[in-house]
């Protein structure tokens, strides 16, 4: 049975920003074999193309003029193990927490403090998904994927994948490849990664830690942090932490001594996007429907009817606003279209 395209469908539904906007073609590809078909369809080829998952990293400024493809693939399986690992494949359709919680029950751990993030198995690796103190890349194994100008199957190890903070060769080359499965690397001896602020004062200190008190914990901080998007809507983070040199790190600190800041590796320092912008008077703000929660000024929300142009507007306004006091450019995490 051939595959069914519908056309100048709504897009409203399939952003976690619930912002109204339409495309050309949507296709919702159930398994990646579906793909040859939309590969030879001749308007395939002259459109631009955009892969979606959960759309829970994206804002549409206005309608897509192209071809739309929504990976619902599913299925999750042990593939094999060894001594130390368990190396568990799930289908980029799947949804993210859902796969976490169910690796937690067959007794795979390692994903814990990556509960409760919002979005899909296959989105997780393009923008290299973290928090709470693990980042994707320390958990992944392989990815499968297909070259859309070839056709062609490709396998990804972790080098290939040029991982990095929130990002990676998928996320630099849009739309060229599209993810089918992943593959984790899950260890048989987790080391409990429980130092991020929190998560150590929240856990039962008459229990032993587990992995699954880990994610309960995690759920709690974000839920209690982060809007929930089926309510309002938003796309978690909407930029990304700076990262500075140490010393244009000392030039801040003896202007604004109070400022946040966690060391990287090779003499970089991560600071907190949400203080920059909480210490410029934006947190709780709102521009017509578009607003900065009142909960965590790192996430702008859609109160109701909001277009994708007027978030885009109040997030151009913040940028200008941390670049005048601090001298920082704020890069978007969600992709802009
Ligand atoms: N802070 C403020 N004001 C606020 C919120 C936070 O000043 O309104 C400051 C505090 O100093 C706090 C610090 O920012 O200690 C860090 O806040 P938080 O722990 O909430 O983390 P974050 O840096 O804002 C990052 C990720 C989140 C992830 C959390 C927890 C990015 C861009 N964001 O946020 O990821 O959940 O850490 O690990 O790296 C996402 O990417 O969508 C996302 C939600």
Redesign the pocket.
Known sequence: MSIKIEENASLKNLNSFAVEACCRYLVRLKKPEQLKEILADPRFEKLPRLILGGGS?ILFRQDFPGFVIQVKNRGIQLLYEDDVHYFVQAAAGENWHAFVQHSLKQGWAGLENLSC?PGTVGAAPI?N?????VELEERFHALNAIDLTTGEAITFDRDACQFS??DSLFKKNRDHYLVTDVTFKLPKNPKWKLD???IHEMLDDTKPVSARAISDVVCQL?QK??PDPTLIGN???F???PLVSDDRFQMLKADFPDM?AWPQSDDLIKL????L???CGW?GKRYRDAGVSE?????LVNHGNASGDEIWHLAEAIIHSVKEKYEIILQP?PLIL
């Not at 998904?129 to 103190?133: F, L, R, S």
């Not at 907190?272 to 203080?275: E, F």
């Not at 909960?295 to 996430?299: E, G, I, P, Q, T």
């Open positions: 990293n993030i923008q998904i973290g928090a709470y103190g903070y929130r991020y602020a929190g974000r942090k982060l796309a978690g983070s930029f990304k932490n946040p907190s996007a949400a203080w912008i909480e210490q947190k909960n965590h000024a790192l996430v995490e």
